[in-house]
């Protein structure tokens, strides 16, 4: 399983799930963490949203393919044109607490084992 967290410092969880400059990949195998790596967004799609008001219409379609290998995305926040998007292409997302990743990633495997 490979969960994506978006981050910009590769230490934090970065709060504006849309606007990230990137996604630390976590590989999850029998509920323990395999590896992980960073996957820098293009920069052609880094700022693509910001100044943008969120009651302007607008796509993540971009970001959708680039996370689309991923099984799930845990995020602090989405706005609603992200979460309509993950929702058409079908990319699950899950709220999280914590503001380090290693943390929330660690938050993340316990609720899985408590279920």
């Known amino acids: 399983m490979k969960v ?10 970065f709060p504006r799930t849309g606007q990230a400059h990137g996604y630390m990949i976590f590989h ?8 992980k790596f960073y996957k820098a ?4 799609m880094r700022h693509k949203h910001d100044h943008q008001d969120e009651s302007e ?10 996370l689309e290998n991923c099984d799930l ?6 706005g ?4 309509s998007d993950f929702e058409k292409r079908r990319i699950p997302y899950k709220k999280i607490r914590k503001d380090v990743l290693d943390e929330a990633i660690r938050e993340y495997l316990e609720e899985q084992n408590n279920s």
Do not use: M, Q, W, Y
């Open 28 to 35: 999850i195998d029998g509920n323990k963490i395999k590896g």
């Open 41 to 44: 967004l293009p920069a052609d």
């Open 80 to 83: 609603r044109h992200l979460k």
């Open 57 to 66: 219409e607008h796509t993540h379609e971009d970001l959708c393919e680039f």
């Open 4 to 13: 994506a967290i978006p981050t910009n410092d590769k230490k934090s969880v």
């Open 73 to 78: 995305v845990l995020v602090k926040n989405i």
